[in-house]
Nanobody, 118 residues
Framework: QVQLVESGGGLVQPGGSLRLSCAASRFTFGFYIGKWYRQSPGKEREFVAT????????NYANSVKGRFTISRDNAKNTMYLQMNSLRHDGTAMYYC???????????WGQGTQVTVSS
């Protein structure tokens, strides 16, 4: 069974930084496209970033472009989201996913909470 576990969330001040991790187990994450999403209460789920299987290509939502960086270490079966210059609108539950290049299906983790507050 595919398993994804997010970690690294917590409380951070506006303008601060946080790094989220997404640890994969029971499968080889290097064969999958990686993505991050976030969702705040009462709002639609929002795409944040995606990364190709090798890490050679990335894409970001306009709302985070220039402030967030997605990366992966396939040897460790782990993906990361470095979040800099955090704003109040960054408060959300953050989720990672794995998507096979051969299918549209995405596997989801349980999420990690990020709260941006002074």
């Amino acid at each position: 069974q595919v398993q994804l576990v997010e970690s690294g969330g917590g409380l951070v001040q506006p303008g601060g930084s946080l790094r989220l991790s997404c640890a994969a187990s029971r499968f080889t994450f290097g064969f999958y496209i990686g993505k991050w999403y976030r969702q705040s209460p009462g709002k639609e789920r929002e795409f944040v970033a995606t990364i190709s299987t090798t890490g050679g290509s990335t894409n970001y939502a306009n709302s985070v472009k220039g402030r967030f960086t997605i990366s992966r270490d396939n040897a460790k079966n782990t993906m990361y989201l470095q979040m800099n210059s955090l704003r109040h609108d960054g408060t959300a539950m953050y989720y990672c996913t794995a998507q096979g290049t051969w299918t549209a299906q995405e596997y989801w983790g349980q999420g990690t909470q990020v709260t941006v507050s002074s």
